[in-house]
C-alpha cells in the first residue's frame, strides 16, 4: 500500500472524529437502554455521578486512568446540551424517578434514530466500507468517508435527539408526564 502525504493527513485527522462519535454512539446507546430498561442501562451515568466516583476513589493508578472516563463523560454532555436540560428539567420535577411514560417516548423516537443513523458509526457500519476499500487499494475511500460521510451521520444524529429531547418540556405541556399531548 501506497501511503500518499494526503492519505498520511487524512489518517492523522482520523483518531479526534473516531473518539467523538464513538462517544456519542456510546452515550446514546447506553441513554436508549436506560429508558429501555433501568438495570440493563445502569452503565448510564452523568457527569455529577462520575466525578463523585473519581473523588472517592483512592490516590493511585486506577484513579488517575478513571480521569479520562471524567473526560469522556464531560464530553458527552457538552456534545448533548438538549439532554442536560431534560435531565435538570426532569430531576426538578421528578428526582431520580422518571416516568416510565417519557421513558417510553425516548425509546421509541431513540429506536429511529438508532436504526436510520447511529448504526453507521458502529463497527457494523464501518466494516464493509473498511474492507472494500482495502480490497480495491483505495484506503483513502474509507478515510474519506469516516471523516465525511460518518461525521455527517453524527451531525444528523445529534440534531435528531436533541429534537427528541426539546419536545419534550415544550412551553403548554399540561403533563410533563405526557409531553406530546396538549
Sequence with gaps: ???????????????????????ITDYYKTLH??????????????????????????????????????GYTHLQEVLTPGQQ????????????????????IIVSKSRFVMKKYLDY??????SIIIFLSVLSGYVWVYLAY????????????VYKYERIFAGIYQPGVKDPAKPFEK
Design 1 to 23: 500500500m501506497n501511503l500518499t502525504p494526503r492519505c498520511f493527513l487524512f489518517l492523522l485527522q482520523l483518531p479526534p472524529y473516531h473518539i467523538i462519535q464513538a462517544n
Design 33 to 70: 437502554l436506560y429508558f429501555l430498561d433501568r438495570e440493563k442501562g445502569n452503565e448510564f451515568q452523568r457527569l455529577t455521578e462520575v466525578r463523585k466516583q473519581h473523588k472517592e476513589m483512592k490516590p493511585g493508578i486506577e484513579k488517575a486512568l478513571f480521569f479520562f472516563y471524567v
Design 85 to 104: 436540560l431534560f435531565f435538570k428539567k426532569s430531576d426538578e420535577l421528578f428526582g431520580d424517578n422518571i416516568p416510565d411514560s417519557i421513558g417510553d
Design 121 to 126: 458509526l458502529t463497527f457494523n457500519g464501518r
Design 146 to 157: 469516516e471523516i465525511i460521510i460518518l461525521n455527517i451521520i453524527l451531525v444528523i444524529s
